[in-house]
């Protein structure tokens, strides 16, 4: 019998935590349904009691998916448990994943309890939601820096209330892999009943150790990993899945199997990151750009005369095709569309028409389309309804001279112009937007991320503005990267509260 690890990702609740990074719903099913394709086993939907969309998002994933098990977040509170139930009514397969912090600092600065206490309230907590589920996951929040006796006192008390997982996570990011997997040790030598539960790594990457504490919790007899395409979440990020994955694919001598199909990994990146606007760092492990490149002489002497002297893994088993059709404008609309597929988007008529268009426009403009410039055309309709867009943009800059720009406004249908110098023409763009758009705003972030490496190459903009004490998160993308910064802050503008 094959040893099993099951993958639970909550890049659509932890991953999407991350500001700026927010989903609708729509867009949460059109992820929801890739990680399905991809294999994933449990799809962590959204914390229902948070925001009437977040429920909204957990009873539209649990319709639109068939066999992943969908779980929804909760405190240890029997109003959490109660909402989560309803938002996963029409889950075929359903878990609620409730918890508390076990930590010392958690329960005395926190909780203002003591460890007797939150035991109670966990046993608790798991009996509740036992009564509405038959799956209930229970988290020992921080647990990383919980002495091991206690939370081998814990763990044992929520097996015994019912708890079908119980998940260690390494909250802060902490742990060492040898501690963390020390402690996973600890609690298979010393938990009475542990073989009724699964038990759950969840990782965090403020020390760089993530995929490594995952690992050694593995190897140490954790069977669910909690993971997130990309490594995206909370500050410096969650165990990235495909990382994980791909190294029990490459180890096949550990003996652990996983559900994951590993060709439809880079697809879900690219759509990840495309929806989300989170740029993959190019030396990413498995997904970045860089991540098969070889540029040293001696790698590229090695690798054309055997792949394997420095690749360990074969791109295509990662779903990167070297021979895949490259879009131009003489492709038709079929081919757009199957390569959508491909990315895991499906567009109704009327919108692969209107993405078509756009594609024909950018076809024009620059030689080849791959598949990130294809994704932001498909999100490029999120601006459609906006009351604010870009009509035009002139801008004139050099070396030895001011920039100056002057830009056209659609305001609710009604036409504005303005027109400003300054400091570069990006500086002297926004400047002129800001005389028409007249509020008192500031620019706190300014990213730009080239998509590939071509001179006519397709731009991203990633923008943080500051207005009325909240902080809003826009995004542009244009062959011109003056085009893009603007229309990423008109897209914050947009999103002010009148």
Known sequence: M???????????????????????TVEKIQVAKALEGLGVDVIEAGFPVSSPGDFN???????????????????????????AAEALKYAKRKRIHTGIGTSDSHIKYKFNSTRDEIIERAVAAVKYARRLVDDVEFYAEDAGRTDNEYLARVVEAVIKAGATVVNIPDTTGYCLPEEYGRKIKYLFEH???????????????????????????????????????????????????EEVAMILKSHADIGIQTNINTQKIYPVSRMVS????????????????????????????????NVQTYEI??????????????????????????????????????????VYEEFLKLADKKKDINDDDILVLAGADRSQNHRIKLDYLQVTSGVGVRSVASIGLNIAGEKFEGCASG???VDAAIKAL?????RQMTLKEFTIQAISKGSDDMGKVHMQVEYDSQVYYGFGANTDIIAASVEAYIDCINKFKA
């Open 313 to 354: 893994i074969d791109p295509h088993d990662v779903g990167i095709d070297d021979n895949s059709i490259v879009l131009t404008a003489r492709s038709g609309r079929a081919a757009l569309k199957n390569r959508l597929a491909i990315l895991g988007v499906k567009l109704d008529q009327h919108k692969l028409d209107k």
């Open 434 to 438: 800001k005389k028409i758009v007249d």
């Open 423 to 425: 400091n570069g023409p």
């Open 2 to 24: 094959e040893d099993r690890l099951f993958i639970f990702d909550t890049t659509l609740r932890d991953g999407e935590q991350v500001p700026g990074c927010q989903l609708n």
């Open 191 to 241: 938990v009475d009943g542990i073989d009724k539960a699964i038990i759950s790594t969840h990782c965090h990457n403020d020390l760089g150790m993530a995929t490594a504490n995952t690992m050694a919790g593995v190897l140490n007899g954790a069977r669910q990993v909690e993971v997130t395409i990309n490594g995206i979440g909370e500050r410096a990020g969650n165990t990235a899945l």
């Open 57 to 83: 998002s957990v009873i539209e994933i649990s319709k639109a998916v068939t066999w992943p098990t969908i779980c929804a977040l909760t405190r240890a509170v029997e109003k959490d448990i109660d909402v």
């Open 274 to 305: 495309s929806l989300m606007n989170m740029p993959v760092q190019p030396n990413k492990a498995i997904v970045g750009r860089n991540a098969f490149a070889h540029s040293s002489g001696i790698h590229q002497d090695g690798v054309l005369k």
